[in-house]
């Protein structure tokens, strides 16, 4: 069975910081990743989606690595804004899932980025 | 973007009633849609998959005379939470794959709160 773990748990920063979060998993067959945001009461945005050939994806301030031979993959935030303050969760699809698109998410860091 | 609208955002009910859920994909179509739940400070969690025209695969401990979904059209997907009871209070989202894409686009989700 699948399993997806993140650290920290919370995490929270002054702004401006260089920041990374961990995720790992336990079965490196996997399809893809995607790392989500989610505010409080909110559902989720997706920030990056990285297939399993790829090692790394960028949008703006954000990069997302993968390791699939350790099953690590980071979020790096870059220049940290308080608007940056949610919780983060990454999310793995298997390889071999009947079920189709199934993910798995780990348990989130929350982000607090304090002005 | 692809987007995805949940309704209703929040609904708080009498224990013993039922409350229905929608998931729609406005702007494009999705075969597959998913249903997930969250706890208070857990991770979501997947509760089944339901593909158009077919009936929905429920995951393991997810009673699926409880919690009946349909998805008659390419474009909507629907959770029954029938006969609710405090229990069932939590953060339900529903999240949709376009056709032609591996990226999963969420909807806002539903709080419920039973009474």
């Known amino acids: 069975k699948q399993e997806v773990t993140q650290i920290p748990a919370a995490l929270s920063v002054p702004e401006g910081e260089n920041l990374v979060l961990n995720c790992s998993f336990t079965?490196?067959?996997?399809?893809?990743l995607q790392w989500f945001r989610q505010d409080p009461g909110k559902g989720l945005t997706s920030l990056l989606l990285?297939?399993?050939?790829?090692r790394e994806q960028t949008s703006g301030r954000l990069n997302a690595s993968l390791d699939k031979s350790s099953g690590r993959s980071t979020l790096y935030i870059a220049a940290s804004q308080p608007g940056d303050s949610a919780t983060y969760l990454c999310a793995v699809i298997l390889m071999n899932n009947n079920a189709g698109n199934m993910l798995t998410f780990g348990g989130g860091t929350r982000l607090m980025v304090k002005p | 973007g692809a987007v995805v609208s949940q309704h209703p955002s929040w609904v708080i009910c009498k224990s013993g009633t039922s409350v229905k859920i929608e998931c729609r994909s406005l702007d494009f179509q999705a075969t597959t849609m998913f249903w997930y739940r969250q706890f208070p400070k857990q991770s979501l969690m997947l509760m089944a998959t339901s593909n158009e025209g077919s009936k929905a695969t429920y995951e393991q401990g997810v009673e699926k005379d409880k919690f009946l979904i349909n998805h008659a059209s390419l474009t909507l997907s629907t959770l029954t939470v029938t006969s609710a009871h405090p229990e069932d209070s939590s953060f339900y989202i529903c999240s949709a794959r376009r056709v032609g894409s591996e990226k999963l686009f969420f909807g806002s989700g539903t709080q419920l709160s039973v009474l």
């Open positions: 990285i297939q399993s050939s790829q």
């Open positions: 079965d490196s067959a996997i399809y893809n």
